[in-house]
């Protein structure tokens, strides 16, 4: 269980904050969408819960450990149960699929390793099948570069299946890609999801994706928790509030 208490980040300088006392709690196996309009503290909301984003007060607690209270060396092996997928992808262009889907390994491995770029057979064997498992086994020694968007997202995900996560977070990965390619990367993240038995939290902009694909939608105004259902209950009213 991923729970949420009072939690409050306000940026330096800022005259408000990004968040305002949410308290959420989430369970394995739900798929959720965050909704909200531009600044409404989708992001920040996601970034603070692998401490991409630091809070400014409340807790994160993950199966029974507050995340806010662990010293940063001990953060690793929690930060690894939880991967990002993000807008940009974040991937190395001139590197391959292969190399690229591999870095997903580096959380667990000694830093000489991954300085060295010394890889087992398992490892090897784990990205190869990660690839194939995001449909990219024929671009796997193609370098990202040379890829679309919808492929280059691909690649985080299988970047991300490395991690063996059990917490998917994602910062909009749809929102640079059209509408047919964005839903194929939500019917992938969705076969993942129900495969692995993931919690899930996505921000989107999509509407209509967030309502087809969650199992619960959260919706955030200036920093306020301001709906927490299900999807078939974002009528035109939620929509109204989410979106004036
Ligand atoms: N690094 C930062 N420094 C200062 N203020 C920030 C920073 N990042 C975000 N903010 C502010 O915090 C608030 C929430 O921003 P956030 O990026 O979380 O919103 P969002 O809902 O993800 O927006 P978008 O959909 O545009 O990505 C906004 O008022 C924003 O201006």
Partial sequence: MLAISDLVVRYPKADENALNHVNLTFKKGEFVCVLGK??????????TINRLQPLTTGNVTWEGTNLTELPETKMRSFRSDMVMIFQHFNLIPRMTVFQNTLTGSFGKRPTYKNILGLFSEEEQRRALEAIKEVGLEKHANKRVEALSGGQKQRVGIARALLQDPKILLGDEPVASLDPTTS?????????????????????????????????RIVAFRDGQLIFDGKPNEVDDHVFTEVYQ
């Avoid at 531009?38 to 970034?47: D, E, L, P, Q, V």
């Avoid at 076969?191 to 038995?197: C, F, L, S, Y």
């Avoid at 899930?200 to 199992?215: C, P, Q």
């Fill in 38 to 47: 531009s600044g409404a503290g989708k992001s920040t909301f996601i970034r």
């Fill in 183 to 215: 839903r194929k990367i939500f019917e992938l993240l969705k076969r993942i999801h129900e495969e692995r038995e993931l919690l899930s939290i996505i921000n989107i902009h999509d509407v209509h994706l967030a309502k087809e694909f969650a199992t």
